[in-house]
Each structure stands twice: as structure tokens, then as C-alpha cells.
């Protein structure tokens, strides 16, 4: 009995010798005999996954991948780093849909977020529906489409959506999470009541408004730089069952922002819509961009070009509005929205409409994908730029850049504007929103596609310009989802809360390995 036991113990330790990773030579040979070591991978397959993003526009790979199971193989994997007397970075990584290389950790551990949900789906997002205050916890790695699901089956859903759904709760939330319910709940991180985080230190903490609240409000918009979200929890409402879903076009810059601002204002909040976004065409794209799309006909486009000519116009703008019901009011919905258009100044007769499911509304992008991936146009490098433009200033830059810079253009792509209440913003987080005292600010998002190298080097290029113009206008901008390649660069974006984030940084973060793609602080690691 004794033999056999000693032949199982010795087959036992060589499975699990073969299950451990062949150590990797950037990184600390020891690691690779702790409890998670298992979890590494070291393999070229593996580290070339995470080498780079959506946007293809950076590649650096990392020494191994990270798949935990639960956030204490995280806390384990950081704790051994940040204690290490050579420390290495450490990026956690969720769809990695951020495009500058925000998600990768060149030299160091990617940790695979979305490993801690696989083989389990829905076990990391659990409803709390009774009382008054429904809310969700989601696990950090959860996509927002599977939050959606689980959250309608109890007839409620998250207030506040990104344009997509393909991307993780923790991911967004180190941005803000901005789209068109914004304007009357904030960004999704103004919908956290409580967060779990793995700290730079290793430490496990729970933290919202009342509780170790520093981190609480470091973490939402800290671009991963304080610590690792593992759970998130939103607050939920009751969710609708339909979508009346309009595209109003206009010709005119002026009376397009000022319906725009009245749909965002208070006076509008109980007739108007539920979502209020905007977007730009410019001229060219009905020459040389896509004959139909999955909102527009053929026929569309072909009215909105002949409406663009007749009316000289370098660009059509479009509000995108949204008015949530359900299947038992269906006349209602039409009265309400007969009576809002009375209030809009549109071009008579350019009112696009659907009626949708509330799913399909807020997975559309889903559609758009799937055309741009069949055109072989998705996986593509996106030099994307989104800017927080003060209200004060919208009109002087659409002059500049969408009737000056890009008059003559005709990037693939497409371009957003829309605006928000800041009110509805908390400025003890992280995230930045236009320094100046108006109430209200614009996102407007330049999303391009790259079909070439070239190309890339002329966008790039574009990007530039569109700031350096804004700079030489006085337009006190903001980066969203941003990207600066020095500390200067990273200090004037954070302005005056910049000596807080280095407080934080150090309290929470003291090696800097936390997310070094985002270069805010150079790691020691
Ligand atoms: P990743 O790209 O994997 O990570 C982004 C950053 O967050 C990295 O620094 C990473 O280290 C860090 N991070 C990731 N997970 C965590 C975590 N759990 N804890 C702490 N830090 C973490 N944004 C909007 O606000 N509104 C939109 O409408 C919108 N639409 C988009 C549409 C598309 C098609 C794409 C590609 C992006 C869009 N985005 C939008 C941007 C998107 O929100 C960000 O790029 C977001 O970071 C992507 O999430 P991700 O899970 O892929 O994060």
C-alpha cells in the first residue's frame, strides 16, 4: 500500500509539474512556484493574444498571461509583485477594446479578466431585485450584454449603456461609461453604490461613498491605476419592453445643439426621450462611403445626400433619441413623441424611425459589427480620438473642424456629438470632465477605421491637428478614454486633482504596476 501511495504521490506532482508554465525569463523564477502558478500561461499563443488591442495601433507583449479564477489568485498574483524585490506590471484586461495599449503590460503579467466568468456564466452577476433600490453585482470580467440578460429576467436593467455591449463592467468603469442615458443619470460610474477592489498592494477591500471612500472614488475613471475591480454594485431600474428609436437630420449646426440641449434640458426630462445621442456626416461619406447601413436604406442616404447638396451644407447632423414603453401603451408613445417633434426644428420630413425591442436598442452596435466584420473592416487599427468640448465652444469647433479640417475628408468611420449634464457627474472620481464652469459639455467621438498603413499616419496626423486647432482657439478640451504620451501631458489632463492622484497612486499603488500601458506614471517595476 505504501509503494502505491508513494507511485500515486509521484504521479500526482508530475501532472502537476506539467500543468505548471515553463518559467518565463523576464520574470521572477519564484513565482512560478506558488499556488497560482497553474494559472500562468508563458506559451507564444498566449502572450501574442494580449500584445495588443481594438485598436491595433500598439504591440508589446507581456512575459505571461494571468487566468484567475477568483479575485484572491488576482490579490495572490499582485501581492507577490508588489512585494518582490523586482516587481513587475501587472494589466488587467477585460475585452482589451480600449486602442492604445491601454490593456497590455509589456514585460509583465496580463491578467485574462474574462477567465474568472468562463465555464460559469451568470454565476458572478446576481440580482437583488426586492426593495426599493434594486441593484446588481456584477463581477468586473462580466460583459454588459450578459448584465442585461440577467437583469431583464427580473424586468430591470442598468440606467446608464454604453454604445456597445461587448465590454466589461470593470473596463468601462475605469473610463466612466458614456452614452445617450448619460444626460439624465451620469456616466455609469455615477450608478456604483459599491465596489470590491485588489489593490496595487494586494489587499482585498470592499469601498462606496461611506466606506474607504477614497478608493471608492479613485477607482471609478481611475483608468486601473488604484487597483483591480472585481465586482461592481449598479443600480437598476425598471426596464421597458420597447424602443421608439429616431434619426432627425439638419442641415444647420446651430438649430441641430439647440434641440440637442433642450432634449438634455430639465424642461424636456418628462415629455422628452429617455436617450439623446448625435452624429455628424460629413459630405463626402454619401459619395464614397457605404451605400446603406443598418439604420439607413439606399433610399435614405440617396434623400439625405440630395438634402446636403440642396442645401450646401458641408455635413448632415443627426439627433439620435430614443422614448422607452411598453407593448400596453403603444398610443401613448405616439402621442408623446408627435408632441416632442412639434418642440424640434429638424428638416421637415427627415425624421427616421424604428421600433425596436429594448435589447435591440441597446445591443444595435452588435449589427454593425457584424457588417463591418463580413466587409473585413473590424479588425482594423482604430485611430479613435474622443474630446469633451465646453458647450461654450461647440459651435467654433464644428467650424474648425467639421466645416474647416475635415471639410474635404472622408475617413472610414464614424463621428458622434453629443452632450451631457455635468451635473450628473461626480468630480470626486476620477474621470475628467471639461475644468470650466458650464453646465453642460459635448463628446464628441472621431471613430476611424484605418484601411492602410498610410492611412494610420494620416489620421494620426488629423488627430493632431483637431487638437492643436482646439489649443489655438482657447477650447479647454478634455480627452475621454485618453491617451498622453508624457507626465506633463497626463498632469494637465488631470489639472488640479493631480496631486490627489499621486497621493492615491502612492497609497494604493506604491510600485506602479498597476495598468502601465496607460503611461500616467512611470512603473518602478
Ligand atoms: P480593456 O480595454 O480591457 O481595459 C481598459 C483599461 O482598463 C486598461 O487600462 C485595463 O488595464 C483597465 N481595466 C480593465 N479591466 C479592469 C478592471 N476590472 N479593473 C480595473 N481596471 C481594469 N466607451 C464609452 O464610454 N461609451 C461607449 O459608447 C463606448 N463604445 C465603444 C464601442 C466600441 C466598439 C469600442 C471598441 C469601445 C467603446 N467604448 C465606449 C470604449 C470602452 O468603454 C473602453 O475602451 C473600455 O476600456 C473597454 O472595456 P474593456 O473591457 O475592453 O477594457
Same mark, same amino acid.
Given at each position: 500500500?505504501?509503494?502505491?501511495?508513494?507511485?500515486?504521490?509521484?504521479? *500526482?506532482? #508530475?501532472?502537476?509539474?506539467? /500543468? +505548471?508554465?515553463?518559467? =518565463?525569463?523576464?520574470?521572477?523564477? !519564484?513565482?512560478?512556484? $506558488?499556488?497560482?502558478?497553474?494559472?500562468?500561461?508563458?506559451?507564444?499563443?498566449?502572450?501574442?493574444?494580449?500584445?495588443?488591442?481594438?485598436?491595433?495601433?500598439?504591440?508589446?507583449?507581456?512575459?505571461?498571461?494571468?487566468?484567475?479564477?477568483?479575485?484572491?489568485?488576482?490579490?495572490?498574483?499582485?501581492?507577490?509583485?508588489?512585494?518582490?524585490?523586482?516587481?513587475?506590471?501587472?494589466?488587467?484586461?477585460?475585452?482589451?477594446?480600449?486602442?492604445?495599449?491601454?490593456?497590455?503590460?509589456?514585460?509583465?503579467?496580463?491578467?485574462?479578466?474574462?477567465?474568472?466568468?468562463?465555464?460559469?456564466?451568470?454565476?458572478?452577476?446576481?440580482?437583488?431585485?426586492?426593495?426599493?433600490?434594486?441593484?446588481?453585482?456584477?463581477?468586473?470580467?462580466?460583459?454588459? *450584454?450578459? #448584465?442585461?440578460?440577467?437583469? /431583464? +429576467?427580473?424586468?430591470? =436593467?442598468?440606467?446608464?449603456?454604453? !454604445?456597445?455591449?461587448? $465590454?466589461?463592467?470593470?473596463?468601462?468603469?475605469?473610463?466612466?461609461?458614456?452614452?445617450?442615458?448619460?444626460?439624465?443619470?451620469?456616466?455609469?460610474?455615477?450608478?456604483?453604490?459599491?465596489?470590491?477592489?485588489?489593490?496595487?498592494?494586494?489587499?482585498?477591500?470592499?469601498?462606496?461613498?461611506?466606506?474607504?471612500?477614497?478608493?471608492?472614488?479613485?477607482?471609478?475613471?481611475?483608468?486601473?491605476?488604484?487597483?483591480?475591480?472585481?465586482?461592481?454594485?449598479?443600480?437598476?431600474?425598471?426596464?421597458?419592453?420597447?424602443?421608439?428609436?429616431?434619426?432627425?437630420?439638419?442641415?444647420?449646426?446651430?438649430?441641430?445643439?439647440?434641440?440637442?440641449?433642450?432634449?438634455?434640458?430639465?424642461?424636456?426630462?418628462?415629455?422628452?426621450?429617455?436617450?439623446?445621442?448625435?452624429? #455628424?456626416?460629413?459630405?463626402?461619406?454619401?459619395?464614397?462611403?457605404?451605400?446603406?447601413?443598418?439604420?439607413?436604406?439606399?433610399?435614405?442616404?440617396?434623400?439625405?445626400?440630395?438634402?446636403?447638396?440642396?442645401?450646401?451644407?458641408?455635413?448632415?447632423?443627426?439627433?439620435?433619441?430614443?422614448?422607452?414603453?411598453?407593448?400596453?401603451?403603444?398610443?401613448?408613445?405616439?402621442?408623446?413623441?408627435?408632441?416632442?417633434?412639434?418642440?424640434?426644428?429638424?428638416?421637415?420630413?427627415?425624421?427616421?424611425?424604428?421600433?425596436?425591442?429594448?435589447?435591440?436598442?441597446?445591443?444595435?452596435?452588435?449589427?454593425?459589427?457584424?457588417?463591418?466584420?463580413?466587409?473585413?473592416?473590424?479588425?482594423?487599427?482604430?485611430?479613435?480620438?474622443?474630446?469633451?468640448?465646453?458647450?461654450?465652444?461647440?459651435?467654433?469647433?464644428?467650424?474648425?473642424?467639421?466645416?474647416?479640417?475635415?471639410?474635404?475628408?472622408?475617413?472610414?468611420?464614424?463621428?458622434?456629438?453629443?452632450?451631457?449634464?455635468?451635473?450628473?457627474?461626480?468630480?470626486?472620481?476620477?474621470?475628467?470632465?471639461?475644468?470650466?464652469?458650464?453646465?453642460?459639455?459635448?463628446?464628441?467621438?472621431?471613430?476611424?477605421?484605418?484601411?492602410?498603413?498610410?492611412?494610420?499616419?494620416?489620421?494620426?496626423?488629423?488627430?493632431?491637428?483637431?487638437?492643436?486647432?482646439?489649443?489655438?482657439?482657447?477650447?479647454?478640451?478634455?480627452?475621454?478614454?485618453?491617451?498622453?504620451?508624457?507626465?506633463?501631458?497626463?498632469?494637465?489632463?488631470?489639472?488640479?486633482?493631480?496631486?490627489?492622484?499621486?497621493?492615491?497612486?502612492?497609497?494604493?499603488?506604491?510600485?506602479?504596476?498597476?495598468?502601465?500601458?496607460?503611461?500616467?506614471?512611470?512603473?518602478?517595476?
Amino acid at each position: 500500500r505504501f509503494v502505491a501511495l508513494a507511485l500515486l504521490t509521484s504521479f *500526482i506532482s #508530475v501532472v502537476a509539474g506539467q /500543468l +505548471r508554465p515553463l518559467p =518565463a525569463a523576464g520574470l521572477p523564477g !519564484d513565482l512560478f512556484n $506558488l499556488g497560482i502558478a497553474s494559472r500562468l500561461r508563458t506559451d507564444g499563443n498566449a502572450t501574442a493574444r494580449a500584445s495588443t488591442d481594438f485598436g491595433q495601433m500598439v504591440t508589446a507583449a507581456p512575459e505571461a498571461v494571468f487566468h484567475p479564477r477568483t479575485p484572491a489568485d488576482i490579490a495572490a498574483l499582485i501581492r507577490f509583485s508588489a512585494s518582490s524585490p523586482a516587481p513587475f506590471p501587472v494589466a488587467p484586461r477585460g475585452q482589451g477594446h480600449s486602442w492604445r495599449g491601454q490593456s497590455l503590460a509589456p514585460g509583465g503579467v496580463v491578467v485574462d479578466m474574462r477567465s474568472m466568468g468562463r465555464g460559469r456564466r451568470g454565476a458572478r452577476i446576481n440580482v437583488s431585485a426586492a426593495g426599493a433600490e434594486p441593484y446588481v453585482d456584477a463581477g468586473g470580467e462580466q460583459l454588459w *450584454i450578459d #448584465v442585461l440578460r440577467a437583469t /431583464l +429576467r427580473h424586468g430591470l =436593467a442598468p440606467r446608464v449603456w454604453t !454604445d456597445y455591449l461587448r $465590454l466589461t463592467v470593470g473596463g468601462t468603469l475605469s473610463n466612466a461609461g458614456i452614452g445617450g442615458q448619460a444626460f439624465r443619470h451620469g456616466p455609469q460610474i455615477a450608478n456604483v453604490h459599491e465596489l470590491d477592489v485588489v489593490t496595487g498592494t494586494g489587499e482585498m477591500v470592499t469601498c462606496s461613498r461611506d466606506k474607504n471612500s477614497d478608493l471608492f472614488f479613485a477607482a471609478l475613471g481611475g483608468l486601473g491605476q488604484f487597483g483591480v475591480i472585481t465586482r461592481a454594485r449598479i443600480m437598476l431600474e425598471t426596464a421597458p419592453k420597447r424602443v421608439r428609436w429616431v434619426r432627425l437630420a439638419y442641415t444647420d449646426v446651430v438649430t441641430f445643439t439647440k434641440d440637442q440641449e433642450f432634449l438634455i434640458s430639465d424642461r424636456a426630462r418628462e415629455v422628452g426621450f429617455n436617450y439623446v445621442e448625435g452624429q #455628424v456626416q460629413l459630405n463626402r461619406s454619401f459619395a464614397e462611403g457605404p451605400k446603406s447601413t443598418p439604420f439607413f436604406s439606399a433610399t435614405d442616404l440617396n434623400r439625405l445626400a440630395k438634402l446636403a447638396l440642396r442645401k450646401g451644407s458641408a455635413a448632415i447632423y443627426y439627433i439620435e433619441g430614443a422614448m422607452y414603453y411598453n407593448e400596453d401603451n403603444p398610443e401613448s408613445v405616439d402621442q408623446k413623441m408627435e408632441a416632442l417633434m412639434d418642440n424640434l426644428s429638424f428638416e421637415p420630413g427627415f425624421v427616421f424611425t424604428k421600433d425596436v425591442t429594448f435589447v435591440q436598442f441597446l445591443d444595435r452596435v452588435l449589427e454593425e459589427e457584424r457588417v463591418l466584420r463580413s466587409a473585413g473592416v473590424w479588425e482594423v487599427p482604430h485611430p479613435w480620438l474622443n474630446l469633451f468640448v465646453p458647450r461654450s465652444r461647440i459651435l467654433d469647433f464644428d467650424n474648425g473642424v467639421f466645416k474647416g479640417l475635415l471639410r474635404d475628408a472622408n475617413p472610414a468611420g464614424i463621428i458622434l456629438m453629443y452632450p451631457m449634464n455635468k451635473d450628473k457627474w461626480d468630480d470626486r472620481m476620477t474621470a475628467m470632465t471639461p475644468t470650466d464652469d458650464e453646465d453642460v459639455f459635448y463628446a464628441v467621438s472621431l471613430l476611424w477605421s484605418a484601411l492602410s498603413v498610410d492611412e494610420v499616419v494620416k489620421l494620426e496626423r488629423e488627430n493632431e491637428s483637431v487638437m492643436n486647432l482646439c489649443d489655438k482657439a482657447g477650447i479647454k478640451w478634455k480627452q475621454y478614454l485618453p491617451h498622453h504620451t508624457s507626465q506633463d501631458g497626463w498632469q494637465q489632463h488631470f489639472g488640479a486633482k493631480w496631486g490627489k492622484i499621486t497621493e492615491l497612486k502612492a497609497k494604493y499603488d506604491p510600485q506602479a504596476i498597476l495598468s502601465p500601458g496607460q503611461k500616467i506614471f512611470p512603473s518602478r517595476a
